[in-house]
């Protein structure tokens, strides 16, 4: 079946919805068990793409596969990857000789070629240039991409998916990619689904297809149903068995049909926009310069040819070929650094953007604290128990896992491991389990044991615990006063209870946990905030947590909990001096709690709409949505496959410094960018105008050597010459000498242009000049004047009149990258030694291409001459950079720039900022306060229902298992 046209991509994966259902039937082998074939005829019974090797299933689920069967599966069905489709090598280069640029190299090209076909022999140099620049050009672009290609290829690698599958009756981690039917893997919250998998057990799986189908709400998936490779699970834990790997799976038979769209970053706008202007501006004037040379030349084919290869060759010249190179080597420059700091860059244009960023929503536990959790001493509600036994019953509430268990279930295992020998444990035969469910708020498990019989084990929020113990009335009170107390102090609190020989469980008592900032972190958010960016944390954890966490690191205390923003009203309604309207409270917060996915959507929606560049960190498959909503998604260290895939860059390294080198980085790159773009664009005009004004000087009439040349003109392979060499040493502008800026940075489109067009329209008007003295050396009969400091006798001939204003453009193009690198004068920072060495190379060798070569028509020049073009060059570069300084002054002070307003975005709302001794007396007053509405203890001994249950719902998350879907695990 055909793709159907008029499908309209939505986000990233998604189509039209009235073409979903013929694309899943597609995908699925339209639905149904159809046989292919006619069995009357004995033709062969085709497999369907619904159809099931039996003898996949049969697996054994207590060892999995062996590795000799594992190894022969991966023989027969291949490694579970989509076939990519291979390009040759051969086409991809010639690919590099056809588009619009190199398609006008081809048609300069073509004129010369022309021309040397019909006599005129001197024109075979400048056919050959303008091959070697065709070459040049798609050679470098060819090989650029190649390593691109290169390494991205090793980015994928290094971000594979992995897979937690069972071989030889133990777990290991995997790559995804060596999974073959009739693994049995471990499907968990917040993993991507390696393959598709039929689901084993009697619990259930949430699982997020919209990848995959469009459908925005999860699927609850049960047992024996299958769940896709791709989709992402929302909620539960279940083992699994393979039954389709790569290009077999629903997946791999859809994606040739799901399009995929890239989302235009800033930067894209910006050099599209700066295009866009300069090929319109160049292509009306030299439209123009062609009839003007048409009309004063002649209408002869020969004459024509020439006009029309003189037009191309200097819109070739004035359109900014290599700005797209340079930029994408810069930024690609900054990114092989980045990767050297941890940081690995998935969309380059996300460093430009990083520049600009306002405000960095993070994540809390992680990121902002060690994810590594400490456990204090118990809290016991049984004489009988001592600390390392509530440490031991507690690990046998966990999953049994070699690798793979989350961080509460690691840190609890490692503690009772350190009094038990794990071969004492592995007597305790785990006969079920029940894994996490935010819905359940715990975990419990079945155990049996020689001695001690077969019991069970539960840990999780201390509510929802009681709520199951027979001893509840005795030992509630107690326990939700410790439970709010540790929550006070930022402690995550875990119930444990253990079945009786009657079967009932008891509690046994409460454990402590805490989460600590990271040593580096306070100092890298006020590094941030001397940046002018500010640091929102947002959390699933329990205000209370949050608002502890923020005062130890200096963020703030305007911590909104996500219920107190539902109820704000959406409206721009105000209350007294405060602002309570949702988008105010979002822009003034310090940090959110209790937050959920689509709330952390909300967040980063409302700050874009206020102007902002928002970066989100995340590194669950919860965050994903808003990581690809944010201009920049970061994927911390540890994040899940589905957090990786929607981001932009990726830390292999722990905590939020690596951010911070990050921005700092890109300022760098973005100010190295942004300085080319205003040097590029200032050349454009330079040589358009320039030329176009020398149209109208007539050679003929001022110099006895030019009575055929009506028009003022270079030779092509010198204006080639001008371009190609420019560009080509302005590539080291990528490693420029740069302080980067101490605020979040913005184009200002109209500053670039203005200063652009002073540099541009200042070396214009020094070259027009120049031209001008050497028009006036061509009368024999002159004695004295300003050429007889250029010229021996203060006369010259037309061909020399030439290489000086050749040499005059190579000199000026060059040098006035050194006046827009800067906003002061040009001296205030120390080029790199690199864009010094290619200056340098780049102005001797044209010098000495005027000095002992003749290109066309052109002459020789000799050393006073030279001299004198040098000093001239300089000097003008003086009162070019001078000029330009007064450009930034202009546009300062006459606010042609509104720069206040993009950097005041993230200090437009009041926030609120506790000094120490107000920061005292409002964690007393919010410990009063819980403490009131935690327990009324007489109310509650003669009403324990009604106080109970909603306490139980108050106090849960604080309790470690809150609202979050990544609680368990810590990631909250």
Request: glycine content about 8%; hydrophobic content about 45%.
């Amino acid at each position: 079946r055909s793709t159907p046209s008029g499908w309209k991509i939505r986000g990233r994966h998604s189509c039209r919805m009235d073409e979903q259902k013929r694309l899943v039937d597609h995908a699925a082998g339209d639905g149904s068990n159809k046989e292919i074939g006619d069995p009357e005829h004995g033709e062969y019974k085709e497999m369907t793409a619904d159809f099931v090797d039996p003898s996949i299933l049969k697996t054994s689920l207590e060892t999995g596969l062996t590795s000799e069967e594992a190894s022969e599966r991966l023989r027969i069905y291949g490694f579970n990857e989509l076939p990519e489709k291979e390009e040759s090598l051969i086409l991809k280069f010639l690919s590099f000789f056809w588009g619009p640029m190199p398609i006008m190299i081809w048609l300069a090209a073509l004129v010369e070629f022309i021309q040397c076909l019909s006599g005129r022999s001197e024109h075979w140099p400048d056919f050959g240039v303008l091959l070697g620049l065709q070459f040049i050009n798609g050679t470098v672009a060819f090989f650029e991409e190649y390593n691109a290609g290169n390494a991205i290829a090793e980015l994928k690698a290094s971000l594979a998916p992995k897979a937690n599958v069972k071989r030889d009756g133990k777990f290991s981690i995997v790559n995804a990619r060596e999974l073959v039917p009739g693994d049995v893997i471990v499907l968990q919250i917040g993993g991507v689904i390696p393959a598709d998998a039929k689901l084993m057990g009697d619990l259930s799986l949430q699982v997020d297809q919209a990848a995959l189908t469009g459908e925005s709400l999860p699927v609850t998936l049960h047992k024996n149903e299958t769940a896709k490779m791709g989709s992402t699970v929302k909620r539960g834990e279940m083992d699994a068995i393979v039954v389709k790997t790569g290009k077999d799976t629903f997946f791999g038979r859809a994606a040739g049909m799901v399009a995929q769209v890239e989302q235009q970053g800033r930067f894209q706008k910006v050099l599209f926009n700066v295009m866009v202007f300069l090929m319109a501006l160049a292509s009306v004037l030299v439209i123009i310069i062609l009839v003007i040379l048409i009309i004063d030349n002649g209408t002869s084919s020969g004459d024509v040819l020439t006009s029309v290869g003189t037009a191309v060759v200097l819109l070739i010249a004035s359109i900014p070929i290599a700005m797209q190179v340079v930029a994408t080597v810069t930024m690609a420059v900054g990114a092989s650094i980045l990767a050297s700091k941890k940081a690995i860059v998935a969309r380059l244009s996300a460093i430009e953007e990083l520049a600009g960023m306002h405000t960095l929503c993070s994540d809390k536990t992680g990121t902002l604290t060690l994810n590594k959790l400490q456990l204090d001493d118990p809290i016991l509600f049984d004489s009988k128990m001592d600390a390392d036994r509530l440490f031991f019953i507690s690990a046998l509430a966990a999953k049994r896992l070699d690798e793979g268990q989350d961080a509460i279930d690691t840190c609890i295992m490692n503690k009772a491991l350190e009094s038990v020998p794990k071969a004492q444990m592995m007597e305790y035969k785990q006969v079920a389990f029940i894994p996490f469910d935010p819905s359940i708020k715990r975990t419990e498990a079945t155990i049996e044991h020689p001695k001690e019989g077969k019991f069970k084990v539960t840990k999780g929020a201390t509510p929802q615990i009681l709520e199951m113990c027979e001893n509840r009335n005795r030992v509630e009170q107690k326990a939700l006063m410790k439970v709010n107390d540790l929550a006070d102090r930022g402690y995550r609190a875990l119930g444990v209870a253990q079945t009786d020989e009657h079967g009932v469980f008891q509690f046994k008592g409460i454990l402590s946990l805490f989460d600590p900032p990271r040593v580096d972190t306070k100092a890298t958010i006020e590094m941030a905030q001397e940046m002018g960016v500010q640091v929102k944390m947002i959390t699933g954890d329990h205000t209370a947590i949050a608002i502890e966490t923020a005062r130890r690191l200096g963020m703030g205390s305007t911590i909104h909990s996500i219920n107190k923003m539902r109820e704000a009203p959406e409206a721009d309604v105000n209350v007294g001096t405060g602002s309570t309207n949702r988008d105010d409270m979002i822009l003034a917060a310090d940090g959110f709690a209790e937050v959920l996915p689509e709330d952390k959507y909300k967040i980063v929606e409302v700050l874009q709409q206020s102007g902002q560049i928002v970066g989100m960190t995340g590194d669950g498959v919860n965050d994903a949505p808003a990581l690809k909503k944010a201009e920049i998604g970061i994927a911390v260290e540890g994040a899940t496959d589905a957090a990786r895939a929607a981001a932009d860059i990726v830390l292999t390294e722990p905590g939020l410094s690596v951010i911070i080198t990050a921005m700092n980085m890109s300022r760098k790159i973005f100010q190295r960018v942004r300085n080319y773009c205003i040097f590029r664009i200032a050349g454009t005009i330079q040589l358009i105008f320039f030329f176009f004004t020398a149209v109208f000087y007539r050679p003929n009439q001022h110099f006895d050597d030019a009575d055929d040349q009506k028009n003022f003109r270079l030779p092509v392979l010198a204006v080639v010459l001008i371009t190609l060499v420019n560009d080509a040493c302005v590539l080291t502008i990528s490693r420029d000498n740069v302080i980067p800026a101490k605020d979040p940075q913005a184009w200002h489109l109209k500053e670039v242009f203005l200063i652009a067009a002073i540099l541009g329209f200042t070396a214009m008007v020094e070259s027009v000049l120049l031209l001008q003295i050497g028009f006036s050396a061509g009368d024999e009969d002159r004695k004295e004047g300003i050429a007889c400091i250029f010229f021996d006798h203060c006369t010259a001939s037309y061909g020399q009149v030439q290489s000086l204003i050749f040499l005059n453009l190579c000199l000026s193009d060059f040098i006035t990258v050194f006046a827009a690198r800067t906003r002061g004068f040009f001296f205030t920072r120390r080029p790199a030694l690199a864009l010094m060495g290619a200056g340098l190379l780049a102005t001797l060798s044209m010098t000495f291409v005027v000095a002992v070569a003749q290109l066309g028509t052109m002459k020789t020049i000799n050393l006073r001459t030279i001299v004198m073009v040098w000093v001239y060059a300089i000097l003008w570069f003086f009162v070019q950079d001078f000029m330009k300084v007064i450009g930034y002054w202009i546009v300062d002070t006459c606010k042609i720039v509104d720069r206040s307003a993009y950097l005041n975005l993230v200090k437009s709302k009041q926030k609120s900022r506790l000094d120490p001794e107000r920061a005292k007396k409002y964690s007393q007053a919010l410990r009063k306060s819980m403490h009131k509405a935690s327990i009324d203890y007489a109310f509650q001994a003669e009403h324990p229902v009604a106080v109970g249950g909603y306490q139980a719902r108050k106090r849960s998350s604080i309790a470690g298992y809150g609202r979050d879907t990544k609680a368990h695990s810590l990631l909250g």
